[in-house]
């Protein structure tokens, strides 16, 4: 375990963006995390994991700690459910498609969203009608401060849409280290009733889907929209979908009655955002090497040199496109460095 100086994190995020680390270290186990943390008590610190849900506009002038924890494990099961255990340093996808081949159902719609186990509950990741906490038993984590190990059920995490406390009421605090999921044995409650999965299926004659099948179709359907960050640089959705009180969209929706919605309580809709930012006529824009994909509205891109910034300029440039074209507010679901 050595601390590197000035080093590039242009590999260690999915925009691909050119970024200095002033200090950089990768942690393989607990006890090397919390011995870096004990003897870099007082430098400012910034914890990396997968880094697929960040926008660098800068360079980090503090210790990048790169969590690099790997393993999994079944820790208990019954006839019905499984209990794994997943090492926050494992690829998400990779882990899904793991589960999927094991028969453990609960993750499958979730598949090749960029990404390590690790961040998951930060974001309380979802697609296609699934989320994090639907499946989520609780996390340990180890605190900044002090090193102690803390494990976190699911009520104390406070998951909402793409929300929890580690990115509200503790932010900063804990550095999340592994992950416990429940998932089925048997009788999987298959879910294909949100977006193209249930199209996809019809094409392919399936009608009574495994969850392999639920998955292939997913990740078919992702990457008919969604640029491989390998190839494009990009941190899948960068817009969250919004949700608004039924009082406030009344009158928006007489003025846009095509607009696309979904009710999610009985005082709240969530509007796509895509819809929004592809009907406000910026699907496809390209500024310079930033700019909005041509398939999927949600997602920005890196063309190839862009910073950070650029990226940043560009999404403050949908927001304000979509605010005065539908009075409508779209926040970033990607955090800015």
């Known amino acids: ?34 011995t870096v943390l004990a003897e870099q008590h007082s430098k400012p610190k910034f914890i990396l994991g997968g880094g697929s849900n960040m926008l660098l506009t800068q360079d980090i002038k503090a210790l990048v700690i790169h969590v690099d924890l790997k393993g999994k ?12 255990e997943s090492m926050a ?33 930060v974001q309380n990741i979802g697609a296609y009608g699934t989320e994090i906490k639907d499946t989520f038993v609780s996390c340990e984590a180890v605190a900044i401060k002090d090193q102690s190990i803390k494990v976190f059920n699911k009520e ?17 605090q ?8 429940k998932l089925s044995k048997r009788n999987h409650k298959i879910s294909i009733s949100y977006g193209d999965i249930a199209a996809e299926l019809a094409q392919k ?4 889907p495994s969850l392999k099948n639920v998955s292939d179709a997913v990740i078919a359907i992702r990457r008919s929209k969604l640029p491989d960050p390998k190839e494009l640089g990009n941190s899948g959705s960068f817009f969250k979908n919004p949700i608004v009180s039924k009082k406030d969209f009344a009158p928006i ?10 009710e999610i309580s009985d005082t709240e809709v969530k509007v796509p955002a895509g819809w929004l930012i592809e009907q406000a006529g910026l699907k496809g824009k390209r500024y310079g090497d930033a700019g909005i994909h041509k398939n999927q509205a949600l997602v920005l891109v890196n063309y190839g040199t862009a910073t950070g910034q650029e990226i940043l300029d ?13 009075g409508i507010k779209i926040d970033a679901e990607v955090n800015i460095i």
């Open 205 to 208: 004659n399936i009608t009574t």
């Open 89 to 121: 340093g494992e690829n998400w996808h990779e882990f899904v498609l793991w589960t999927i081949s094991q028969d453990f159902g609960g993750l499958e719609n979730m598949s090749l969203i960029p990404g390590n186990v690790g961040t998951t509950p």
């Open 174 to 181: 804990y550095i999340i280290t592994s992950v416990v999921f």
């Open 253 to 262: 929706l007489s003025k846009f009655p095509d607009m696309k919605y979904y």
């Open 73 to 84: 494990q079944i820790i208990n099961e019954d006839d019905d459910f499984v209990w794994v």
């Open 156 to 172: 104390e995490c406070n998951f909402g849409y793409r929300e929890s406390i580690f990115k509200n009421e503790i932010k900063d």
């Open 314 to 326: 560009v999404s403050k440039l949908v927001q304000k496109t979509v605010y005065e074209r539908f």
């Open 1 to 34: 375990m050595e601390i590197y100086n000035n080093i590039s994190l242009k590999n260690y995020n999915t925009f691909g963006i050119e970024a200095k680390a002033q200090q950089f270290v990768a942690v393989h186990t607990i006890a090397e995390l919390k």
